[in-house]
């Protein structure tokens, strides 16, 4: 297994960071710091954010030739972004997008332990499964075992442990012609649909710990009203979905623990 960062990509990941920024301007700067130095290429994808937010992004491109931006014109949300990124990113030759949020909230120090679990398994998709501090807000914390609990459901398993952490490796040969064929959710109902659609094509997965944390006077652009309707409607579209796959799951399942 190659030590990361590689003298030279000569491994089996080539892979770079791609970060989904809508008015990020005074958090992102930090996480791209983070990330180059570690020789992580950066893409960063501008979902129609602000003026100011744009010209942070512009300054850290020019200021890097490994630091680039992907200009969307108008918002279209956590998930369009994060498509647009990775299918981008497998159109410059990348094997494998290291998926990372732009406000801070994510470990960059557990990165090298990602990135080698990909190495390990250039096959696999490798999930971020959060450890929280005190920052974490209550509601968002229990709220998220109620996706948990249909992820498992749809997906008749265990196999993703939290399917809503956007810190997460994937191998592109497999996400693209997916992202390419299905439309998935274009907000934050992307991450979870993602990962349940990989896990339907049989995508391996490996669930590593990180701690997550909240930063102070973070900006969080979830709704709570339109986004957790939208998930609801998701996980509805998904167990219809997963009806016809119900018989190739479960013998899926019993291959594997037998």
């Known amino acids: ?45 501008d979902d129609g954010s602000r003026a100011e937010c744009a010209t942070v992004l512009d300054a850290l491109a020019a200021a890097d030739t490994d630091v680039t931006v992907l200009r969307r014109q ?23 997008a290291l998926q990372i ?14 990135l080698a679990e990909a190495e390990s398994a250039p096959d696999h998709a ?9 920052s974490v807000p209550k509601g968002r914390l229990y709220g998220r075992y109620a996706t948990h609990v ?18 997460r490796v994937y191998p592109l040969d497999a996400v693209v012609p997916l992202l390419q064929r299905t439309r998935i959710g274009r907000r934050m ?16 997965i490996r669930n590593v710990p990180t701690h997550v944390r909240y930063p102070e006077g973070g900006v969080s652009h979830f709704r709570p009203l339109a986004d957790n309707l939208a998930i609801s ?20 399942h019993f291959r594997s623990a037998a």
Not at 150 to 164: E, G, K
Not at 189 to 204: I, S, T
Request: hydrophobic content about 45%.
């Open 74 to 96: 108008q918002n279209g949300g956590k998930g369009a972004a994060v498509s647009d990124g990775l299918c981008a990113a497998h159109a410059a030759g990348y094997t494998h």
């Open 126 to 134: 490798i999930i971020g499964c959060p450890v929280y501090d005190a």
């Open 150 to 167: 249909w992820v498992w459901i749809n997906t008749l398993s265990f196999r993703i442990t939290d399917s809503m952490c956007g810190f």
């Open 1 to 45: 297994m190659c030590e990361w960062p590689p003298d030279v990509w000569s491994c089996a990941v080539k892979c770079c960071a791609v970060i989904p920024v809508y008015n990020h301007e005074h958090a992102v700067g930090g996480v791209v710091a983070a990330l180059r130095a570690q020789r992580l290429p950066v893409l960063m994808v």
């Open 189 to 204: 109902d992307f991450d979870v649909e993602v990962l349940v659609r990989l896990d339907w094509a049989g995508l391996p």
């Open 101 to 114: 949020d732009a406000d801070g909230q994510h470990d960059t120090a557990d990165v090298p332990r990602f």
């Open 233 to 252: 409607w998701m996980h509805t579209r998904l167990f219809f979905g997963m009806l016809p796959r119900a018989p190739r799951l479960l013998l899926r």
